[in-house]
């Protein structure tokens, strides 16, 4: 008996189509990472002349000076300081606030995963996850800034310890429940009570899980804007006063945006925004990986 | 003693996030009654946003958060399933796949606003000289730096569920001659399918929520678009460029359309939970 064999099943045809598959995987994974590169590259080379020294050390300039500078093509005086003190000054109150909390939630999520109670946290957890960075701010708006009358730098810190707090509960629930089970029963068999086996024996030894969680978190809502501009708003000298308005690197970053003048500023800034997020992200994923091998 | 205490005090953290949850809600149904009680539902499908005369709607914003989002997506698919399938099959554990992960993940730790700023310097001037439009901004553009920021997204949670298929059943395709691209479109989609199905849609939620780079690339105009080069606004963008100025019934608008937003996206993000529990069950 004759078959007629149809080109679209021979074995070379599907071999060559498989391969030419797979190279369009790859290719396209490629393409997948060119924009970082193009990113980085487009800051550093529109953001190099601009930082310096006077970038860490000056507070950011008027519209009317960098208007000067512009007229006299020179480069434009004056730095972040005020943007730089402004973040951290909130990423550290969003710490203070968001990791006992999370760490405490996370516990308990851990020590108590089968009780209705939890699974309901959980879902609460993930359901503070899905919020987008604006609404967040705008319900920090509505019982920070409406009672206290006025924007501070304490509403931005509530609002990104609102964001960052599911991600520290993940991350705290997940690496306590790795730890062998025996580690605790050992501890309780040691006489150890409960508190003492879990604030000594359960928390140290799942440390390195918090910590990297905790890292991948603050360098998560380090570079938000969106919440900040409803709740810190900014301001233009360096301000440590947790009631006032204060600035951040991205509230600057959007001024400059926002003001032709200042422009030019927008890129020295945005590369120092960059570089620390995505070092304290790299930073983060390293020890993870270093602890995890032993 | 002691031990009764720190669990309560554990106890009453857990209570936090029930409040904390219970505050957004609050807050936002609350503040926004003055908009729904001044135009009823009608709200969410009036097309009007005139500050002169206090007359507000959703419609216009919700069609552009959609209209950016679910192109976004398209445009995220092709390249996140190729990172997935790069790093959960064809080179899973290898070394070059940890390599291409991290750089991908990398894209997700970019702060919004820098990815608004590179669109706005690099990605526009390409589009104008392309024709899309005079200016540049609008949907398209949006999207495409939207499918950027969610490919991460998208990628790193379906490779984790193409890497989960059971070797055997890809062993058995092979042992009956399939080539690699068979195994992976009769075996590894089919049985990854829901979990990838999930990620997408989970990726979608962070696409609706994105608000600094799509209020700088959008184009801030209050209409419905009608294509894709057209402007528009979308619902977190109306919120971050008018919140500074409002008051009355317009802020009270804004925090609607927060609250439809909100509404919105945990409704997107259940349905992807839901399904990512089916799957592991």
Redesign the interface.
């Known amino acids: 008996m004759k078959k007629k064999k149809r080109l679209t099943s021979t074995a070379k045809y599907?071999?060559t189509?498989?391969k030419i598959?797979?190279f369009?995987?790859?290719?396209?994974?490629a393409?997948?990472?060119v924009?970082?590169f193009?990113?980085l590259w487009?800051?550093v080379k529109?953001g190099y002349k601009q930082f310096n020294l006077n970038l860490f050390t000056e507070v950011a300039p008027t519209s009317m000076e960098a208007m000067l500078a512009r007229i006299s093509d020179s480069p434009i005086p004056g730095g972040i300081l005020n943007g730089i003190t402004g973040t951290l000054l909130i990423l550290a109150i969003a710490i203070i606030i968001a990791i006992p909390?999370g760490i405490?939630?996370g516990?308990?999520?851990a020590?108590n995963p089968k009780k209705r109670?939890?699974g309901?946290?959980r879902?609460?957890?993930?359901?503070?996850?899905?919020?987008?960075?604006?609404?967040?701010g705008?319900?920090v708006?509505?019982?920070i800034v409406i009672p206290m009358s006025g924007y501070s730098a304490l509403a931005g810190s509530i609002a990104l310890a609102?964001m960052m707090?599911p991600m520290i509960?993940r991350s705290t629930e997940e690496s306590i429940k790795m730890l062998p089970t025996s580690l605790k029963e050992a501890g309780l068999a040691l006489g150890g009570?409960?508190?003492t086996v879990?604030l000594r024996v359960l928390l140290p030894s799942a440390f390195s899980g918090l910590f990297t969680g905790s890292l991948l978190a603050i360098?998560?809502v380090?570079?938000?804007?969106?919440p900040l501009?409803?709740t810190a708003l900014g301001a233009s000298t360096v301000n440590w006063d947790a009631t006032n308005p204060t600035s951040a690197i991205?509230l600057l970053?959007?001024e400059f945006?926002n003001d032709p003048n200042l422009a030019n500023l927008?890129?020295s800034s945005?590369l120092l925004?960059?570089l620390f997020?995505?070092g304290i992200?790299?930073f983060a994923?390293s020890i993870a990986k270093k602890w995890k091998i032993q | 003693m002691k031990d009764k205490i720190f669990k309560a005090i554990l106890f009453i953290a857990a209570c936090l996030i029930i409040l904390l949850t219970a505050g957004v809600i609050y807050g936002l149904v609350s503040k926004s009654l003055g908009a729904f009680s001044e135009f009823g539902l009608g709200f969410i499908t009036s097309t009007e946003w005139d500050s002169r005369n206090d007359v507000y709607g959703a419609l216009p914003f919700i069609a552009g958060t959609m209209m950016t989002s679910i192109l976004a997506l398209l445009f995220c698919i092709p390249f996140s399933l190729s990172v997935a399938l790069f790093n959960g099959e064809y080179f899973r554990n290898k070394k070059v796949s940890t390599i291409v992960s991290s750089i991908v993940d990398l894209l997700a730790g970019i702060p919004s606003i820098v990815y608004g700023l590179w669109g706005f310097y690099t990605l526009r001037p390409i589009l104008i000289d392309m024709g899309v439009s005079d200016q540049g901004f609008g949907i398209l553009l949006s999207s495409i730096v939207l499918a950027i920021m969610i490919i991460p997204y998208a990628s790193s949670l379906s490779a984790e569920f193409i890497a989960m298929v059971p070797n055997d059943l890809k062993e058995g395709a092979y042992s009956l001659g399939a080539t690699n691209l068979e195994v992976i479109t009769s075996i590894n989609l089919p049985v990854a399918g829901s979990g990838i199905f999930a990620s997408y849609v989970l990726a979608f939620g962070r696409a609706l929520g994105e608000t600094m780079a799509v209020t700088m690339l959008i184009g801030n105009t209050n209409n419905i678009p009608t294509s894709i080069s057209d402007t528009g606004n979308s619902m977190a963008s109306i919120i971050a460029n008018q919140f500074g100025e409002a008051s009355g019934v317009k802020l009270s608008s804004l925090m609607a359309i927060g609250l439809l937003l909100f509404l919105i996206t945990a409704c997107i993000n259940f349905v992807a939970k839901y399904i990512m529990k089916m799957v592991n069950k």
């Open positions: 599907r071999l189509k498989s598959f797979f369009a995987v790859c290719t396209l994974s393409i997948t990472m924009p970082l193009l990113i487009e800051l529109k909390v405490m939630v516990v308990y999520l020590e109670m939890a309901f946290v879902s609460l957890s993930d359901l503070l996850q899905g919020i987008p960075s604006i609404v967040i705008v319900v708006y509505i019982w609102i707090l509960i009570s409960y508190t879990v360098s998560r380090m570079g938000e804007t969106a501009l409803v991205s970053i959007w945006y927008v890129w945005s925004l960059l997020v995505l992200n790299l994923k």
